[in-house]
């Protein structure tokens, strides 16, 4: 089923990312943590990732078919466009059609870490904006869009990234999902922004479960995403006991989302980081606020 319509239907829900599973070994316990998690949550979809420059591209179809074949959630493949071709994304998203997968969070992606002079100017695709375009095409496909409630870092400011933002948005997208924030307060102040600015699909917030501080710390810095004090202090007195740090931050991304879905959230979309156990007990205590308004 198309995304927009599963957002239509349903007034509330949670959505799960993964990336493709390594090795041979690795899809089999992958698809039982799929599983489990579309027996305890009914989620809206489920999202595989894409490697930079397309370097997980078989790997992130075949998850997609394997997710297919044995459960029967709606799948969403993410896809990245700078230094492809329109020819060898028109093959892709031929492929996809064939296969049934419906949905696609249409992305520009990074320079792959090994190519460092890498231009991004020259490609056939320059910005998101131009695969929503090109994807739009094809009259098939539900879109979703990546954006930044803290601004993408190459932004030179919050202002210029809504308005590439609304270019996105206007190219063709369903719907959006956030960059990972720890603060809500961004969150609120960037849908102020979006709606001021004429942006009217269903933003979701993305979700990272705080489970080591120290990678959060490190993927904010690359992703610009700010670890708030109060989440610092937090974690002062733990730093020695990585259980201590486990709970501190379950607890502390529990509340998050308590308060998202009492400020009307609808929906929330959980980086997993292919584990269950800290979404699943992150989401124990809010399912209430969530079954309240299931649709
Ligand atoms: P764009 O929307 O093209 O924006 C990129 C930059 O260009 C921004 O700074 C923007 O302000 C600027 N810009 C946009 N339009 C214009 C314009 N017209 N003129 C000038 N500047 C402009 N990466 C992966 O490799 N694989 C994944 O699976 C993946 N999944 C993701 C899922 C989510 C939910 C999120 C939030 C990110 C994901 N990413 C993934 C990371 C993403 O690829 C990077 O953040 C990337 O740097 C930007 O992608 P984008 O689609 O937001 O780019």
């Known amino acids: 089923m198309k995304i927009r319509d599963v957002l239509k239907n349903k007034k509330t829900g949670v959505s799960f990312e993964f990336f493709p599973p390594k090795g041979a070994d690795g899809m089999g316990p992958f698809i039982e943590t799929v599983k489990e998690f579309q027996k305890k949550h009914a989620p809206l979809y489920a999202s595989v990732t894409y490697g930079a420059g397309g370097s997980t591209q078989q790997r992130t179809m075949e998850t997609l078919l394997k997710i297919k074949e044995t459960t029967d959630l709606n799948v969403m493949s993410h896809l990245t466009c700078i230094g492809a071709t329109r020819q060898s994304m028109d093959a892709l998203l031929k492929g996809y059609m064939e296969a049934g997968v419906e949905n696609i969070l249409a992305l520009r992606g990074d320079p792959p870490k090994n190519m460092r002079d890498f231009d991004l100017t020259k490609g056939e695709f ?53 960059q990972m924030f720890f603060d809500n307060c961004y969150y609120y102040d960037f849908m102020d922004r979006a709606i001021a600015h004429g942006i009217n699909i269903p933003i979701i917030p993305g979700i990272m ?46 509340r998050q989302c308590e308060d998202l879905l009492e400020n009307g959230v609808k929906y929330l979309h959980f980086y997993t980081l292919n584990r269950a156990d800290a979404v699943n007990e992150i989401l124990e205590p809010i399912s209430k606020l969530l079954s309240a308004t299931r649709g």
């Not at 131009?130 to 190459?154: C, M, Q, R, T, W």
């Not at 809504?162 to 063709?172: L, Q, S």
């Open 126 to 178: 320059r910005y998101a904006r131009d695969l929503v375009e090109f994807i739009k095409k094809y009259n098939f496909f539900s879109v979703g869009v990546a954006l930044y409630p803290e601004k993408h870092p190459e932004a030179p400011s919050l202002e210029k990234d809504i308005e590439y933002a609304k270019m996105k948005v206007d190219a063709g997208a369903d719907f959006a999902i956030t």
């Open 209 to 254: 479960p705080v489970t080591d501080f120290n990678k959060i710390k490190e993927f904010c810095s690359f992703c610009n995403a700010t670890i708030p004090e109060s989440l610092s202090r937090k974690m002062l007195p733990v730093l020695e006991s990585p259980e201590g740090i486990r709970k501190t931050g379950v607890e502390y991304v529990t």
